[in-house]
Nanobody, 121 residues
Framework: QMQLVESGGGLVQSGGSLRLSCAASGEEIGVYWMNWVRQIPGKEIEWVSGINIRGDRTFYRDSVRGRFTISRDNAKNMVYLQMDSLKPEDTAVYYC??????????????RGQGTQVTVSS
């Protein structure tokens, strides 16, 4: 069972940036597609971004494309999400997780405790 710890969240003004990190242990991430998802209060969890095993293909939901960048370091068992030009509607708890297959739009069953991102207007 993979354990995941997300970090890097915080309070930032609109237009600001944050870099989220996801540290995995217990299993190697190098055999999994990795996703970032988020949960906005009162709404269902939604897929944000995904990256393939080799890290050479990345995917984003329309509302974050061009502002967010996902990356991974399989040697370090880490996944990252660089978030720029943040907007108040990006406020959410962000989670990372593995997906066994093509993961675009998929919500990982395994996730960490999440990291809170709050964007003030």
């Amino acid at each position: 069972q993979m354990q995941l710890v997300e970090s890097g969240g915080g309070l930032v003004q609109s237009g600001g940036s944050l870099r989220l990190s996801c540290a995995a242990s217990g299993e190697e991430i190098g055999v999994y597609w990795m996703n970032w998802v988020r949960q906005i209060p009162g709404k269902e969890i939604e897929w944000v971004s995904g990256i393939n095993i080799r890290g050479d293909r990345t995917f984003y939901r329309d509302s974050v494309r061009g502002r967010f960048t996902i990356s991974r370091d399989n040697a370090k068992n880490m996944v990252y999400l660089q978030m720029d030009s943040l907007k108040p509607e990006d406020t959410a708890v962000y989670y990372c997780g593995p997906y066994g297959g093509y993961g675009v739009g998929r919500i990982p069953a395994q996730r960490g405790q999440g990291t809170q991102v709050t964007v003030s207007s």
